[in-house]
């Protein structure tokens, strides 16, 4: 089970300390810009030899590391982990495939990145870049997909 937030919730709830934002996008997208402070872990990504995108076949263990870890780092009370994408698609995909594992404390930021359009191609629901919220084009230290992969035991290469 997981709930839904709002791009300026989910920055409310990350400048509270509640909350940490995954970002579930390529690594292509993640570093054309992020919401700061947003761990990346990659829901599907290219593979670096064949350059074809597929699965992250470690994503779920990689997200239970980070949970870990966080809720290690505040005394065992692992933060609400905000899941995010580009248009909502692969947050909710995220989110359901968490929930099956048994994955609790997640909300999907369905607007994602750069927000959900209507049939007639109108803004229906703005992103983090339509809200003018921080956004940054590095990961902060302990945030990139090789440093959560790393807590999970897998070398640093995709």
Known sequence: MYNNISPDA??????AQEAVFIDVRTTSE???GHPQGAFHVPLMDADPETHITGFNGGFVEEIRALQRHLGERV???????IIGCQVGGRSRQ???LL???????LADCGAGWIGQRDGMGRMAKPGWLA???PTATQAEPGRSWPDVR???GADSTP
């Open 150 to 152: 790393a807590l999970a």
């Open 99 to 105: 929930a099956a594992e048994g994955i609790v404390g």
């Open 30 to 32: 993640y570093v054309g």
């Open 75 to 81: 005394q065992g009370a692992a933060p609400l982990l």
């Open 94 to 96: 995220a989110c359901q």
């Open 131 to 133: 809200m003018d919220l």
């Open 10 to 15: 989910a920055w409310q709830a990350m400048t």
